[in-house]
């Protein structure tokens, strides 16, 4: 069908189902999404595994266990490696593989990789995600966000976007389906938190970095951490949307917990007084930072009659920026021990992430699922929430429906299942040796395969949680089967991989 007819016929269809969803507006469920930027699987009091570790201790997330206390945790949620493309994968309910944004993206028509002297690097989508088909090297889809908004739902960004590069379409969450846009842009982190140095702008108001936070300017100072400021925004909006009888989706991502490390004076002090020094003592006020404005979101619901209407998703991003060389002076702010690795990694520790879920009796108070999910489940899975049983999009839809899990149900579809990921590219904090690589998790089971080398990697994730034993040799069957569904599930997704310099061939596939 032609695409713009296509588009057209879906636009009709929405149309009429937003009228009958507005007439049902008050049964609808308000939804909010917390998404924190790098933020470790082990940072935070609330233990996301079988024990509690000396960095559960090390911080005070009160507010996320009180959500875990109300809902439930997910102990084996994955997002991706790196920012951008974990957000669009959530956006468009795609695998990294399909949407080939697979490295973070800024400006338009550049790459972020780092280099090889042995592989070239795929054309992959630079220029992130858009919903128009207008700019190359960027990946086409329809946000849920758009679907919910035609739908009836009053849909707020507030905070971080990273979802086109500067100059095109996806660097405005508007384009997206968001009614309001509190600071969202094509930046992949934040100059400054502090108020005190106007959140990245010089004394004329002129911005002096691309990571510069727009339309705070009120907030310039007067000693207003930026995480304290986007949580007032937040709550104006929510004032704001209350007013209108629709039912409201919530983006509430934060720039909060990603470098530079600035002191939130706030919580900075105690931690120091916990004997920590004075980067993790300011890593560690971050963390509370984003944990009160949870605090502070949840305590509207309660105040507003609308807690037991609101669904609450928490998450993180990415793995937290540890085993970092590009940042290792000093001492290190975060560890996502027992995980290997961190942020830019396919082990663990890059792509396991914190996950909880809060959802009036549909979900089972202070309960805990281990069950595999990835980021992309949280397209299906939102819709599903809002009511919204039936739409048409033109992207294909990766993620599955994890409402069942929720629900405390088996499904045996979303238990024995595979997450894949594809990253042939060069994070700028790695080297070879570390990307280059794809990877599978099914079941027990993962697979790491590098396409520079050809080098396999197997581990038992629940009996080695570090992946710190390669059972590769030991298990050769166990290998070839998880290198023949990886490598046919990469190419049903068309995925990308290096080219060799010296002979111009692609690298082989797992599977090859």
């Known amino acids: 069908m032609n695409l713009k007819l296509f588009s057209t016929l879906a636009a009709a269809t929405f149309l009429g189902y937003g009228s ?147 100059d ?61 400021a986007l949580t007032k925004e937040a709550i104006s909006s929510l004032d704001k949307a209350k007013k209108y009888g629709q039912p409201f989706y919530l983006y509430m991502s934060h720039y909060a917990v990603h470098i530079p490390i600035d002191k939130d004076m706030r919580f900075f002090p105690k931690y120091v007084r916990k004997g920590l020094s004075d980067k993790d003592a300011a890593y560690a006020s971050l963390v509370e930072g984003m944990d009160k404005s949870l605090g502070d979101i949840m305590d509207w619901l309660d105040k507003n009659d609308e807690a037991k209407n609101t669904i609450i998703v928490f998450l993180g991003d990415n793995g937290g920026l540890a085993c970092n060389p590009k940042f290792r002076e000093g001492p290190l702010f975060t560890q996502n021990s027992p995980l290997k690795s961190g942020k830019g990694s396919l082990y663990e520790g890059g792509i396991r992430v914190p996950f909880i879920v809060k959802w009036g009796d549909k979900v ?67 080297g070879p040796g570390v990307n280059l690589n794809c990877a599978i998790r099914r079941g027990d089971w993962k697979l790491i395969y590098y396409y520079d080398t050809g080098r396999k990697e197997l581990f038992n994730i629940p009996q080695d949680i570090g992946e710190n034993n390669d059972l590769s040799i030991q298990n050769p069957a166990k290998v070839k089967e998880l290198s023949a569904i990886l490598g046919k599930t990469l190419r049903e997704m068309k995925a990308q991989r290096p080219t060799f310099k010296a002979t111009g061939e692609p690298c082989k596939w797992p599977d090859e």
């Open 20 to 166: 009958a969803c507005a007439q049902q507006s008050q049964s609808r469920p308000n939804i909010i999404v917390f998404l924190v930027d790098d933020m470790g699987w082990q940072d935070t009091s609330l233990p996301f595994w079988d024990k509690k570790t000396r960095y559960n201790e090390m911080y005070e997330t009160p507010n996320m266990e009180r959500l875990a206390s109300q809902g439930m945790m997910f102990t084996q949620a994955y997002a991706c490696p790196v920012s951008s493309p974990t957000r669009c994968s959530l956006m468009t309910g795609m695998n990294m593989a399909r949407h080939r944004v697979t490295n973070w993206t800024l400006e338009r028509d550049k790459t972020t990789d780092g280099k090889s002297d042995v592989v070239n690097l795929p054309e992959w989508n630079y220029n992130g995600i858009a919903q128009a088909e207008a700019v190359a090297h960027t990946a086409v889809a329809k946000s849920f966000v758009q679907v919910l908004k035609d739908s009836g739902y009053h849909t707020i960004h507030c905070g971080k976007a990273h979802w086109g590069s500067i």
């Open 364 to 430: 089972k108070a202070g309960t805990r699922n281990d069950n595999s999910i990835i980021i992309e489940d949280l397209y299906p899975t939102i819709l599903d929430m809002a009511g919204v049983k039936q739409y048409k999009v033109p992207q294909t839809i990766d993620g599955m429906d994890i409402v069942p899990l929720m629900e405390g149900k088996s499904d045996k579809n979303l238990v024995n299942r595979s997450l894949v990921w594809n990253f042939p590219n060069i994070w700028d904090g790695y």
């Open 168 to 228: 095109t379409p996806g660097e405005n969450p508007c384009h997206f389906g968001f009614d309001v846009n509190i600071t969202g842009t094509a930046a992949g982190g934040l100059a400054s938190y502090l108020s005190e140095f106007n959140y990245g702008h010089d004394r004329d108001g002129k911005p002096n970095s691309l990571m510069a936070i727009p339309g705070l300017e009120k907030y310039w100072g007067t000693g207003t951490f930026v995480t304290e």
